[in-house]
């Protein structure tokens, strides 16, 4: 599967990272690069459940590719959902089924960020993209 562009350059980087703590980082600045949610949006409506943290997702189907939009009071949080939104904005419905959510963050070096409880949430994410893509 062709990766989005800006899966294609978050891999790019996150590979040329030297280590663990530079990659923590990078994890951070695209967490800050997350355009805000309205207040609107922040509604329980778009509330992830699952989710130990606050996420809230909006999703948006433009010429038939998705977008979605997220934001979550945690940063930690805030920057695997963003590598998550890079890996599938503008894909189509069936597309979002085949997102491999472990490998993507393997490849990407941030397994050791997965902790059981963050990965059930990332997937609770993703799941809640495939309901909106439905």
Known sequence: MNLPADAATALQIFQDASGWEQRARLLMQWGERLPPLGETEKCDANLVSGCESQVWLVGQLQDGHWQFSAASDARLIRGLVALL??????????????????????????????????????????????????
Do not use: C, I, K
């Not at 189509?92 to 085949?98: D, G, M, P, R």
């Not at 491999?100 to 941030?110: A, M, Q």
């Open 85 to 134: 939104l890079a890996r599938v904005n503008g894909l189509t419905a069936a597309e979002l089924q085949q997102v491999d959510l472990p490998g993507w963050f393997s490849e990407l070096g941030l397994s050791r960020q997965l902790s059981p409880s963050r990965s059930n949430g990332l997937n609770a994410v993703l799941q809640r993209m495939h309901q909106l893509a439905q």
